[in-house]
């Protein structure tokens, strides 16, 4: 099995502070922000950072359904890391300042990907639809925070 790795990056015009309090708000800001492809969302414990645990489905494809539980924790200051415990996804949120007035919002997700074939059409083409996904998020996130 080889490591599958899908990325998605954006400058938000808002500063560091009020983008990580808005990422790290899993009640309010993030199930408005997250698109179409995800449904069924709740927060289990918590709510706000490390020690929330929510729950999800990621409609990736028109067949692929991934039903997502994960436990949030914040390694570093203005870093999230959602580790899902349905299988070996972990995705990573980090929101560095980008001047006074904007933040650079980095999603990066890995997981453990198939062998064979299959893991050969995963790799090639599971980053580049995951990082579309993630791209309309961070476009309702900028929408959100800015202002």
Do not use: C, H
Not at 32 to 46: C, M, R
Not at 91 to 116: E, F, L, Q
Request: charged content about 20%.
């Amino acid at each position: 099995m080889a490591q599958v790795t899908a990325t998605a990056e954006r400058t938000v015009p808002a500063p560091a502070d009020r983008v990580r309090a808005a990422v790290a708000d899993y009640t309010v800001t993030r199930p408005a922000i997250l698109t179409e492809q995800y449904s069924d969302y709740s927060v289990t414990t918590g709510g706000t950072g490390a020690g929330t645990t929510a729950a999800w489905k990621l409609q990736a494809t028109k067949k692929r359904v991934r039903d997502v539980k994960v436990q949030v924790s914040e390694p570093t200051p203005g870093q999230l890391v959602e580790t899902d415990a349905n299988s070996s996804m972990v995705t990573t949120w980090t929101v560095a300042p980008a001047g006074d007035a904007a933040s650079t919002v980095t999603i990066t997700t890995t997981w453990n990907g198939a062998g064979g074939i299959g893991g050969f059409f995963e790799k090639t083409f599971a980053p580049k639809g995951l990082a579309r996904i993630y791209a309309g998020v961070l476009d309702n996130l900028a929408r959100t925070v800015e202002g």
